[in-house]
């Protein structure tokens, strides 16, 4: 039964809610051990990796996401920019523009806002 996992997750959930990120970093590991392919936990858990600059295990998190064929464009969003700031350039580049596929207008209003930039070293 996945019982058990869905109960974690659901505290996990209440957890972050009241600011208790570490006990919620638990949980959710502990949800991921028994619902491996359940993407909502891998999210959660890199919401809060990324604040605490644990990158690495962010992306990590996020790439599991994209292959369980998470529908949500905006993570791809998420992985440009972990890409970028951990300097993997030609992968922020091919996540974005595969994010452009799913999402144009999403891309477009990224692109004008100056939030992903992948050409770092052409502002100088």
Known sequence: ?????????IRAQLLIATGQTDQALDDLTRVITL?????RAYVLRA????????????????????????PE???LLWRV?????LGDHAGAEEDFRA???KNPLGAADAWKQARIN???????
């Open 99 to 101: 994010y452009a596929v």
């Open 81 to 85: 920019r972990l890409k970028q700031w």
């Open 1 to 9: 039964s996945d019982q058990p996992g869905e109960l974690l997750l």
């Open 73 to 75: 464009p905006d993570l």
């Open 35 to 39: 619902l491996p392919d359940d993407a």
């Open 118 to 124: 992948l050409k770092p070293d052409a502002a100088r």
């Open 47 to 70: 919401n809060i990796l990324i604040p605490r600059a644990d990158l690495t295990a962010a992306l990590a998190d996020l790439d599991r996401t994209v292959e369980l064929g998470s």
